[in-house]
């Protein structure tokens, strides 16, 4: 009985492709690697690129509207470094399986190990890129304390979230090829309407609060963020984070093992 | 103890950007690949594989015969895992590898001996398993320095001779072959044949799917003839090659 259910089935998939951890992180390197493989300095063009964007945009927006660049700049960076993440990974994530066909069609193994690969590419980036918060911290002068370290469990948080979307949004995406386009629009939406480039204190009045707190986007960028800039960790998005994660996962195995056996013909 | 237990499977494709198919299209379907269906005035289904029942068990060596588009890859495919059937009864035990594309995993930009730690990854080799292989593998090989050397370096003979080596050092119990593996001139071509000969012995059960009558007299014990992914004919080797190559 237990073990013709749809959760069961995708816990079979999933578990076992987090016990083969190893697989996906070799892949996952693979992916970063071989992009760079000619250049001279490798993969450091992704910290580079990140740096410039991020230096940029926070001195042309924060001269334009007068903002203290002493505390603008290292917010930006958090916020646009932990949104990058989160973006990349689920843009990423609905080519999971379109994206491993060859791969699918020839060897057996997890469809789990596709997403873990995914996931693991993207924080790959992330750790390139999380290098400019120092450096941009100590060129505006902006204090780091012991709290940062918080940003670890809290990258842990997205990461354990992520990997539910990007299951969901593999098995949709599949079988509904035009999604992945819609997907693209919805984060760029996401990203305008969620505190990253501005922030909070900046909303009119007249804007409900719940615009920010019913988001969880902001409480994920706030996970990583919030320590990073040296505030304690805050109780609310913690809670919504998890329960989030417990919640989403459960609909992911159930999802992956609905369809799993079918995923293979709509390659 | 490996084996595969197969009855009355059927494998469908939905092909969900099909438009409607003239009448032409579907006479010129039936001649070469399996039946096309249109279920319920809209979704169209390949039906790629029929009421196919099968059992073997260790020991046996099957091959695969039957024209372009006979379901020869499908079926292939079932007894990997890779399709579950959408009818009929599919059971399989056994550590299965298939050798249908042996570059899967390899990267043009990295050294050889990375490549041999991918592709072997890839096929499902521990990192240990891997570490304890990969001097023998790159012995056989016989790239010498060139295993440091990038493989999109390498001559196309060179770079099957890496793919062939490395693919060929694993321990399976299922084993599935679209044709046979050869790789490079005639020096390698013997110690190639040697090695996978080795390999056959090690297998349980083997599937080759092939064109080649004396490929097939040479490693099948059984063969399975498909015809518009249904059997045609199973039976001994000898008898079922007769009928198919008489057939034309």
């Given at each position: 009985?237990?073990?013709?259910?749809?959760?069961?089935?995708?816990?079979?998939?999933?578990?076992?492709?987090?016990?083969?951890?190893?697989?996906?992180?070799?892949?996952?390197?693979?992916?970063?690697?071989?992009?760079?493989?000619?250049?001279?300095?490798?993969?450091?063009?992704?910290?580079?690129?990140?740096?410039?964007?991020?230096?940029?945009?926070?001195?042309?927006?924060?001269?334009?509207?007068?903002?203290?660049?002493?505390?603008?700049?290292?917010?930006?960076?958090?916020?646009?470094?932990t949104?990058?993440?989160?973006?990349?990974?689920?843009?990423?994530?609905?080519?999971?399986?379109?994206?491993?066909?060859?791969?699918?069609?020839?060897?057996?193994?997890?469809?789990?190990?596709?997403?873990?690969?995914?996931?693991?590419?993207?924080?790959?980036?992330?750790?390139?890129?999380?290098?400019?918060?120092?450096i941009?911290?100590?060129?505006v002068?902006?204090?780091?304390?012991?709290?940062?370290l918080?940003a670890?469990?809290?990258?842990?948080?997205?990461?354990?979230?992520?990997l539910?979307?990007?299951?969901?949004?593999?098995?949709?995406c599949?079988?509904?090829?035009?999604?992945h386009?819609?997907?693209?629009?919805?984060?760029?939406?996401?990203?305008?309407?969620?505190?990253?480039?501005?922030?909070?204190?900046?909303?009119?009045?007249?804007?409900?609060?719940?615009?920010?707190?019913?988001?969880?986007?902001?409480?994920?960028?706030?996970?990583?963020?919030?320590?990073?800039?040296?505030?304690?960790?805050?109780?609310?998005?913690?809670?919504?984070?998890?329960?989030?994660?417990?919640?989403?996962?459960?609909?992911?195995?159930?999802?992956?093992?609905?369809?799993?056996?079918?995923?293979?013909?709509?390659? | 103890?490996?084996?595969?237990?197969?009855?009355?499977?059927?494998?469908?494709?939905?092909?969900?950007?099909?438009?409607?198919?003239?009448?032409?299209?579907?006479?010129?379907?039936?001649?070469?690949?399996g039946?096309?269906?249109?279920?319920?005035?809209?979704?169209?289904?390949?039906?790629?594989?029929?009421?196919?029942?099968?059992?073997?068990?260790?020991?046996?060596?099957?091959g695969?015969?039957?024209?372009?588009?006979?379901?020869?890859?499908?079926?292939?495919?079932?007894?990997?895992?890779?399709?579950?059937p959408?009818?009929?009864?599919?059971?399989?035990?056994?550590?299965?590898?298939?050798?249908?594309?042996?570059?899967?995993?390899?990267?043009?930009?990295?050294?050889?001996?990375?490549?041999?730690?991918?592709r072997?990854?890839?096929?499902?080799?521990?990192?240990?398993?891997?570490?304890?292989?990969i001097?023998?593998?790159a012995?056989?090989?016989?790239?010498?320095?060139?295993?440091?050397?990038?493989?999109?370096?390498y001559?196309?003979?060179?770079?099957?001779?890496?793919?062939?080596?490395?693919?060929?050092?694993?321990?399976?119990e299922?084993?599935?072959?679209?044709?046979?593996?050869?790789?490079?001139?005639?020096?390698?071509?013997?110690?190639?044949?040697?090695?996978?000969?080795?390999?056959?012995?090690?297998?349980?059960?083997?599937?080759?799917?092939?064109?080649?009558?004396?490929?097939?007299?040479?490693?099948?014990?059984?063969i399975?003839?498909?015809?518009?992914?249904?059997?045609?004919?199973?039976?001994?080797?000898?008898?079922?090659?007769?009928?198919y190559?008489?057939?034309?």
């Amino acid at each position: 009985m237990l073990k013709k259910t749809s959760f069961y089935i995708g816990s079979q998939d999933a578990f076992p492709a987090l016990r083969e951890y190893w697989l996906p992180f070799v892949l996952a390197w693979q992916d970063i690697s071989v992009r760079y493989k000619r250049s001279k300095i490798g993969q450091f063009w992704l910290t580079i690129n990140t740096f410039i964007y991020i230096a940029s945009l926070g001195v042309i927006f924060g001269t334009l509207f007068r903002l203290n660049l002493h505390e603008y700049l290292p917010n930006i960076c958090a916020a646009i470094l932990t949104w990058n993440f989160i973006n990349t990974s689920i843009s990423d994530g609905c080519l999971a399986f379109i994206n491993s066909d060859s791969v699918i069609l020839q060897i057996k193994m997890p469809f789990f190990t596709h997403i873990i690969r995914t996931v693991t590419r993207n924080l790959i980036v992330f750790a390139h890129n999380i290098v400019i918060f120092p450096i941009i911290a100590l060129c505006v002068g902006y204090g780091i304390n012991f709290y940062a370290l918080f940003a670890i469990p809290g990258l842990l948080l997205i990461l354990i979230n992520l990997l539910w979307v990007c299951t969901i949004l593999a098995v949709v995406c599949t079988r509904f090829r035009d999604l992945h386009q819609v997907v693209i629009s919805l984060l760029q939406i996401i990203f305008y309407a969620t505190p990253v480039v501005w922030d909070v204190k900046s909303l009119p009045k007249d804007v409900s609060p719940l615009f920010v707190t019913l988001n969880p986007f902001y409480d994920f960028i706030d996970l990583v963020k919030r320590p990073l800039m040296g505030q304690p960790p805050g109780m609310n998005e913690w809670l919504l984070c998890s329960a989030l994660a417990v919640i989403g996962w459960c609909v992911a195995l159930c999802v992956l093992g609905k369809f799993k056996h079918r995923i293979a013909y709509w390659l | 103890m490996a084996f595969i237990h197969l009855k009355n499977v059927g494998v469908e494709f939905p092909i969900f950007n099909a438009q409607n198919r003239s009448l032409k299209n579907k006479v010129f379907n039936l001649a070469t690949g399996g039946k096309i269906e249109s279920r319920e005035g809209k979704l169209t289904v390949v039906k790629s594989l029929e009421d196919i029942s099968l059992d073997l068990v260790d020991g046996d060596r099957i091959g695969l015969i039957g024209h372009n588009g006979a379901g020869k890859t499908t079926l292939l495919r079932v007894f990997s895992g890779i399709y579950a059937p959408t009818s009929g009864e599919c059971a399989i035990q056994g550590k299965c590898v298939s050798l249908i594309n042996i570059q899967l995993g390899i990267n043009y930009e990295e050294t050889g001996r990375s490549n041999i730690k991918l592709r072997a990854a890839m096929m499902g080799m521990r990192p240990k398993q891997i570490e304890e292989k990969i001097e023998e593998i790159a012995e056989f090989s016989g790239l010498g320095h060139f295993l440091d050397m990038p493989f999109r370096t390498y001559s196309s003979g060179m770079q099957i001779r890496l793919a062939f080596a490395t693919s060929t050092s694993i321990d399976p119990e299922i084993l599935i072959m679209d044709e046979w593996l050869s790789a490079g001139d005639e020096n390698f071509k013997e110690k190639a044949n040697q090695r996978m000969s080795q390999l056959l012995d090690k297998t349980k059960i083997l599937i080759l799917a092939s064109h080649s009558r004396e490929l097939l007299e040479r490693n099948c014990t059984k063969i399975l003839w498909l015809e518009h992914g249904k059997v045609k004919m199973l039976g001994e080797s000898s008898e079922v090659l007769d009928k198919y190559f008489s057939r034309s």
